[in-house]
């Protein structure tokens, strides 16, 4: 049966994949710059990184308009997601989130003894912000939110979700999860950052893994009120677990506005080409604002798997709103090609 909605794989598959698609990767990173910094920061591999990463925050801070006292970072946003988690629900509590959204910070807060209080997604994908605020109670430590939504690559409009983050995050604090929100061509625009320089007890997480290509490298951050990350940094020292090796990558990346451009523009010319495949084989894809795409699919959940597997393909299989799904990452146009012959082969639309 499926864990949180999710269909787990039974294994890894015993060839390596033609179309490795299950996990939000960037297939075209990371930047050359970023590597070419990596290797050169190798030889530095004997001290702590430290004042590299006291630089890596100074840019990060100038980007988001924030002091570097508002960073926590974190190898991976996971680390951020999951260390929130830990500090806010050690004494039980509860925590709103859409259903269905992204499971990291929510498993772990179940794991500490918090309840989760799921608020399904509207009709048009959004967010329900009117239920998730009648959802809060006394009880209730933090508000989730993931936008793009992952699994479901759709968005919240930001004028909306701003004014949400603003008024709820005077009762209870907001962390909105923007992993994916790069994709979107004016995605700093979207961002709920600003509300932080204005004082709002927002957290806002942030990751190297999507468009900078870079998730086996683990950088990720989270932007908030400095009081509010003390509370998580006085238990865990956020920054410890980053090599320097990928501090200097993730520096280099941040300024490789060319990269960011291409990986941006080619994710959206290849999610267009998937959704016209699957639309052709007669399937129903959901639009997507991000690197990943789901439609509704007729097989259960880990048959669907074993049978794209056994084709080389990854993808990952969820089920929700009574109904099974299946969720792809995009990959470069070949890879989607394989996809869909896969898809061809194993569906009827
Ligand atoms: N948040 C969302 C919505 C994600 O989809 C992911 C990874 O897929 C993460 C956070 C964690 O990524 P990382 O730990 O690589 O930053």
Partial sequence: SPF????????LPEQPLLAKLNANENPYGPSPKATAALSAAMAGGNRYGWRELMGLMER???????????LLMGPGSSDLLEKTAMVFFQGGGNVVSADPSY?????VAKSCGASWKPVPLKTDWSHDLPAMEAAIDEETKLVYICNPNNPTGTITAAD?????????????PVFVDEAYLDFLEDGMKQSMVSLIAEGKNVIVARTFSKIHGM?????GYAVGLPETLERINAITRAGMGIACTSIAAADASLSDMEFLKSSRERNAEVREFTFEGLCSLGHDPVASHTSFMIFPIALEGRDFLDKMSAQRVGVRAFEFLDKKWCRVSMGTRQEMEVFLAAIAKTLVG
């Fill in 4 to 11: 949180f909605g999710e269909f787990i794989p039974a294994g």
């Fill in 60 to 70: 990060l801070s100038e980007k988001e308009g924030v002091s570097p006292k508002h």
């Fill in 103 to 107: 499971m990291s910070l929510i498993q």
């Fill in 160 to 172: 909306g979700l701003r004014e949400f983050c603003a008024r709820v995050s005077e009762r209870v």
């Fill in 215 to 219: 998730a086996g490298l683990r950088v």
